[in-house]
């Protein structure tokens, strides 16, 4: 994880952006839920009204509700309303000073709701209170008959309620307010009196729970409202609106969002991808051949593809969903607080549910994340082992065979993966299950919570919307983990590689070669590769001078190669020391010392586009002329002239649509026409047949008659007239001279001439060679 979060601090300012983004999309996705919740619970049962207390009044209820406050009550109730005509109209605004004024007036509105529709029996057991009786004396007489006794005219009116059960009833009501009012009026009730009855409604508003106070006072103040000529139907339509409106900008502000976030992390993975690329590209590129060796080719392939492809998707969906499932979590657990549902045990114990299932399924399927992408380095190797070697595999009847060992390759890699897939088609069906468990059981403990009266429907459908949120944060995470294993896998991959310094380091203050002659000086030269028991090349000991040709010849396997590598340090010698122009070659910096190198490698490498491009690789500014000239010493004018586009002809990858003889005249032709010092030729002769091979070495003797040329050759013929012949055994230098002292004084040397040329073409005499057989 650390090594894909260090791949994105190049990206700090886009993903500051992408955090804010974030937040405000978090934000208003939290919203929504709170909206729909005012939506049930404000808009559609409270009727759009939000406050207890009423926009507008009659001045008879107006006298009325001043009948059961206090004093202070009644002078904040005064400073609340004004008269306009014939109604009291509220003029407070704020809606924090409403809500202060809601919890002000709570209980002598409420009280008062209560005295304007008290049902009959619980008017008689009051009023038998009052008058000291007993209620039993009052069940003869009718409601307006008690008020006759008392000098009030009462009025009854019928009201439909619902009882336990849940049925619908009609029972006989009565506004006790009238006679409250003439009875304090006329000196049989004390004001104080009036307000103790106060603490008996405290105590009843206790137990019924806020939801359903809330709900009470709101009826009230509609029923006011509705009375005082105020459109109700209206208020609610309006609130309606804004509500929908609001949650319509809110989801368009969140797709918006979404939207740029979605841009943002996608450009911040395509350049992570980019720069890993570069980086890995660059590393690989440094690379000495011992480094090439501890990598394959198929695995660089791989890290420089699949590896980054898997890493610039993770980012990219790091950056929109792991980014986002904590913040949304977080802010769904403050909403879930906020809602007073007293219900976040059931959210906890999904997460911890959550938690221990997708732990269960990491531990089990983590091994074969890691497993996996070494099978797609092996797969890898193996096509491009096949691909590159079709044509052997078919000169030697091995398709059968080789289409095996890819389909081994390729069911290892297939069962581990198939094995990965069904562990994780376990995931979703078990989130959703955890979820709708969830929601099951906010509904079921919600129900009662709403039964009780201490929680409104809205609230709980929003209580189940956040607590969606929480469990998909929670299920983000969860998918994430899924990629998150092979990405980790895959950077580490990648890490390793450009951790991996090259063994040949370029020189901390380079020294700079004064006279460019182009001397090669090997001083005991002594080689053996990286992890390698034995040296491969010992005391190599000779000096390569401009104006001469240094042919070096031995057996296969001997050293030949690995030597002149040595020379633009493709590898380091581990002992004794090698010069150019009298300066060590590990003081030069890389680029002057290849620079003064024209090398033609063993096997002939052309890239992708023209040949004049491929003439042109080692010097980009060299003339038509030049790269003409370079053609006709190496002797490939002659095919160039034949195709239709002469020097601009194309090359295919690789030099596939050229013969191998052909190839390596154009690599001859590259190095003439970079106009190097030091010619290397690694056995660059061999593809050519005998006589194109003459032309060439006589057109090439003219070209490089001051520059210092060094041929590795199998054939004595290339080498004949070399001014000095180095004969290599078993990494050692057996034999040093002309060809004919070679001839006198090296019995290695004698056996490889008697092998390829007759006596008679070595100069020597019969009887010579049958004394030395």
């Not at 619902?162 to 009238?178: A, L, W």
């Not at 450009?267 to 590209?281: E, T, Y």
């Not at 992408?373 to 398709?399: C, H, M, P, W, Y």
């Not at 990494?731 to 001839?743: F, Q, S």
């Amino acid at each position: 994880m650390g090594k894909i979060f260090k791949n994105m601090i190049p990206y700090w300012k886009p993903l500051i952006l992408v955090l804010l983004l974030l937040f405000v999309q978090a934000w208003c996705d939290l919203s929504l839920p709170a909206y729909t919740s005012d939506i049930i619970d404000v808009g559609i049962q409270n009727q759009g009204i939000k406050h207890i207390l009423p926009e507008a009044l009659t001045p008879e209820e107006y006298e009325k509700a001043e009948l059961l406050m206090t004093d202070e009550e009644t002078a904040s109730w005064e400073e609340s309303y004004a008269l306009n005509g014939s109604v009291y109209e509220r003029n407070v605004t704020g809606e924090e000073r409403l809500e202060e004024l809601d919890d002000t007036f709570l209980v002598p509105l409420l009280m008062n709701y209560q005295m304007s529709a008290m049902e009959e029996s619980t008017f008689k057991k009051l009023m038998a209170e009052q008058m000291h009786t007993d209620e039993s004396a009052l069940d003869g007489m009718t409601i307006e008959q008690i008020g006759a006794s008392m000098g009030v005219e009462l009025k009854t009116f019928e009201k439909k309620t619902q009882n336990e059960d849940g049925n619908t009833t009609t029972v006989t009501c009565v506004d006790m307010r009238d006679l409250l009012q003439a009875m304090v009026s006329g000196g049989m009730l004390e004001k104080d009196q009036l307000l103790s009855m106060r603490g008996e409604l405290n105590s009843m508003l206790d137990a019924m729970g806020s939801s359903l106070v809330k709900s009470m006072g709101v009826a009230y103040a509609a029923g006011c409202d509705a009375a005082a000529g105020v459109d109700v139907e209206a208020i609610q339509k309006s609130y309606l609106w804004k509500a929908g409106l609001k949650m319509v900008g809110m989801a368009l502000i969140m797709g918006i969002a979404t939207v740029l976030v979605g841009f943002i992390g996608a450009r911040i993975g395509a350049g992570i991808g980019r720069d890993l690329r570069g980086k890995i590209f660059k590393r690989v590129v440094s690379f000495s051949n011992a480094e090439m060796d501890r990598f394959s080719t198929a695995s660089l392939i791989t890290r420089s593809t699949n590896d980054i492809q898997q890493i610039q998707m993770t980012c990219a969906i790091l950056i929109r969903m792991v980014a986002y499932a904590p913040i949304l979590g977080i802010g769904g657990i403050l909403k879930v607080l906020q809602t007073g549902a007293g219900m976040g045990w059931i959210i906890v114990l999904a997460v911890l549910v959550i938690l221990g299932y997708v732990m269960v399924l990491m531990a089990v399927a983590m091994p074969r994340f890691k497993l996996m992408q070494k099978l797609v380095d092996r797969i890898n190797l193996v096509a491009r082992e096949i691909l590159t070697g079709l044509s052997v595999i078919r000169a030697f009847g091995r398709e059968k065979k080789e289409e095996q060992r890819f389909d081994d390759a390729n069911r290892d890699l297939t069962k581990t993966m198939l094995f990965t897939n069904r562990v994780m088609t376990f995931m979703m069906p078990g989130m959703m299950m955890i979820m709708n468990v969830l929601t099951v059981g906010i509904v079921w403990f919600g129900a009662h919570k709403i039964d009780q009266g201490t929680m409104q429907v809205g609230s709980m459908t929003a209580f189940i919307t956040y607590a969606m949120m929480i469990v998909m944060a929670f299920l983000m995470l969860a998918a994430m983990s899924i990629m998150l294993p092979r990405a980790a896998v895959a950077a580490e991959r990648i890490d390793e590689v450009i951790r991996t310094q090259s063994s040949i380091a370029e020189p901390m203050q380079p020294e700079k070669i004064k006279e460019h002659r182009g001397v090669i000086c090997f001083s005991h030269v002594n080689f053996r590769y990286p992890n390698a028991q034995e040296d491969v090349l010992s005391d190599i000991d000779f000096v390569a001078e401009p104006g001469k040709t240094t042919a070096i010849i031995g057996s296969t396997g001997c050293g030949k190669s690995t030597l002149v590598n040595l020379i633009p340090r493709l590898y380091d010698v581990t002992g004794g020391s090698i010069t150019m122009d009298g300066i060590d070659i590990r003081k030069l910096a890389m680029a002057e010392l290849r620079e003064e190198i024209g090398f033609v490698p063993q096997k002939g490498v052309l890239f992708s586009g023209t040949i004049a491009s491929n003439l042109r690789f080692g010097k980009d500014d060299a003339t038509d002329e030049q790269i003409r000239e370079a053609a006709e010493i190496a002797q490939a004018s002659d095919f160039i002239a034949e195709k239709k586009e002469g020097y601009d002809s194309a090359i295919a990858q690789g030099g596939s649509n050229v013969s191998g003889g052909q190839k390596q005249r154009l690599a001859i032709a590259r190095a003439i026409a970079k106009q190097p010092q030091v010619f290397i030729f690694d056995d660059s002769f061999s593809a050519l047949d005998l006589k194109t091979d003459a032309a060439l070495r006589r057109a090439l003797a003219k070209k490089v008659a001051d520059k210092t040329v060094i041929i590795v050759a199998q054939r004595i013929s290339t080498i004949l007239h070399a001014d000095q012949i180095l004969v290599l055994n078993d990494g050692r230098i057996v034999g040093k001279g002309t060809h004919e002292e070679l001839l006198r004084g090296c019995e290695t040397y004698r056996e490889i001439a008697r092998s390829q040329m007759s006596a008679k073409e070595l100069g020597m005499e019969e009887q010579e060679v049958s004394v030395n057989e």
